[in-house]
């Protein structure tokens, strides 16, 4: 159940693209918290704030924060323009944003009778920390598939493909909620993000997964699109108990509208937990039970024993995939460039090197796809 407390803002710490985060005094001490302006309007130091606390409570790590939920004494200005999505659905958040896929969209002539992404390489992830290091394989790379000099230079056959981000509502709802999106964002190392399902506050938004693709590639012109869910994955360590699942049926979307999707396993060397070491097994049922397209496996060519279990692992797709072998060389340093931190459920670039190779290894593979 929700945890409730009323505090007073005492500082703005820092603050980025739809989010700002404070100190907050509350009648235990003092904490940590997230507020979304376009929500609740921003915050001063002294206004009085009514928080949730429950993922404090909860000692979450992703979602480590208490959330502002109104500035009672200061309300917002009520919203105007057009917009009949109601996301966050009968919570006592739901917002009202402008669909591109609705009627009152400029963008729905476009829409309605689209029907296909035109072959464009959709790159699936598991986990939301998989965004920047597939850019940083994608970028690290030119349209043949040649190193650039540096991750996000132009590539030698023309210009940096356009990347959109595309965010189902797996984890974290509001995409303010990630800093990684909002630098990414800033430096057009992102086209633009798309917010599906009950997900909202992207560039673009969208009703279905289905229609935030399709925005991707004929709103946002993009040329590549990665797939993964927000941060704050949950899982249950059962085998169909964990959000992930949506890896799968991103499979499913983005090839019945025609597209190329690259799968990205989630590997870990640094998990020490049975089910996550080598290929987890969150990958091996979202790619091998749950999506029931067939996709392009990303392998990443890993050296010694582990690389050949994680090899010997990944076996299991190619019954209904294609497992498609890339090297990997040459990706550290492009991952040591990466503008934003790298971190899984973590750890750092260095405590879990694996996990960020197999994801710019897809992100290479992707950028051999464009043509």
Known sequence: MIRWRKGEVLRVRREW??????????????????????????????????LNTTALAMGLGTGGY???????????QDPSGPGHLVKARYTPLQATVLGADEQDSPHHAVLRDADSIDGMPVVVADLHSALPAVLCGLFAAGRTGSPATAPGELAPSGGRPRVAYVMPDGGALPAWFSMSCGRLRELDW?????????????????????????????????????????????????????????????????????????????????????????VSHHSLTAYGRVALAPAQVVLPELPGDFGRRVAAQAQALAVRHELVRVPVDGLYEALRQSPVRLSTMGRGLDEDLACFLASAAAGRHAASLLT
Request: one cysteine or more; proline letters at 7%; charged letters at 15%.
């Open 190 to 278: 992102l086209c633009g993000v798309v917010t599906t399902g009950q997900a909202f506050g992207g560039d673009v938004e969208a009703v279905t997964l289905h229609t935030g693709l399709l925005a991707a590639r004929h709103v946002l012109g993009a040329d590549v699109a990665v797939v993964a869910q927000g941060p704050g994955n949950l899982g249950t360590g059962t085998r169909w108990g964990f959000s992930g699942v949506s890896a799968g049926e991103a499979v499913n979307a983005a090839a019945v509208l025609g597209g190329r999707p690259v799968a990205a396993l989630r590997v870990s060397e640094g998990d020490l937990r049975e089910r996550h070491l080598g």
């Open 66 to 76: 208490a959330m502002v939920v109104a500035v009672p004494d200061r309300l917002p």
């Open 17 to 50: 693209p739809g989010a700002v985060e404070l100190d907050v005094s509350v009648p235990e001490g003092e904490c940590r918290a997230l507020a979304y302006p376009s929500l609740v309007g921003r915050p001063e130091p002294g206004d009085t704030v009514l």
